[in-house]
């Protein structure tokens, strides 16, 4: 049953990486997190058609994305659909690198 989510967020990531429009930045990361600063305060939604797998009829997906910072300099998106939410947090340690 991962496999539909992974599935899900894969296209969904490269649905925004391809047609989502940049938007203003608030509340922006600094140093080696800026890169991400242009997604910020954005939201942006997905629609997928999903072949058939692992038992599973296909079908299609429906799925919004929003993306914001949190304190400590870490870059949050929270990814949800009918069936499906997702919140994943992305930092950056200097000492570990």
Do not use: E, Q
């Not at 296909?58 to 949190?70: A, I």
């Not at 304190?71 to 340690?93: I, K, L, Q, R, T």
């Amino acid at each position: 049953m991962r496999v539909v989510p992974t599935v899900v967020c894969a296209v969904l990531l490269t649905c925004l990486a391809a047609f989502a429009p940049a938007r203003a930045a608030g509340g922006p990361l600094t140093g080696k997190m800026a890169l991400f600063n242009y997604l910020i305060g954005g939201t942006w939604s997905c629609s997928t058609k999903m072949s058939a797998m692992d038992g599973h009829a296909g079908g299609n997906g429906r799925s919004t994305v929003t993306f914001d910072v949190v304190p400590g300099n870490v870059f949050h998106d929270h990814v949800a659909s009918a069936h499906y939410a997702d919140d994943d947090y992305f930092g950056f340690d200097a000492k570990s690198g």
